[in-house]
Nanobody
């Protein structure tokens, strides 16, 4: 059974930091491109950051310079480090794993991040 399980969400004050983790099981983790999406209330889900199987990274403009993404293939885990958090970062954060040939995609259940004073 394939699972992506997120953890590390919570409530933090503006300017604070969090580290989200996403542990994969049931998949050959190292061949998957991994990504973090988020969805705020009343808004569409958006891509926040991604890291390819080869280690290439992408960041949305809104988080560039504040968030970092990394992966540990031995632990089958991808991390999202959230720094200098702002209220507009409040959302449910979802882990995504995808690969091509065959095209397969998996989602985690989401973890809530709330930034508030």
């Amino acid at each position: 059974q394939v699972q992506l399980v997120e953890s590390g969400g919570g409530s933090v004050q503006p300017g604070g930091s969090l580290r989200l983790s996403c542990a994969g099981s049931g998949i050959i983790f190292r061949v998957y491109d991994m990504a973090w999406y988020r969805q705020a209330p009343g808004k569409e889900r958006e891509l926040v950051a991604s890291i390819s199987s080869g280690g290439s990274t992408y960041f949305a403009d809104s988080v560039k310079g504040r968030f970092t993404i990394s992966r540990d293939n031995n632990k089958k885990t991808v991390y999202l480090h959230l720094n200098s958090l702002k209220s507009e970062d409040t959302a449910v954060y979802y882990c995504n794993g995808n690969r091509r040939n065959p095209n397969i995609e998996y989602w985690g259940q989401g973890t809530q991040v709330t930034v508030s004073s």
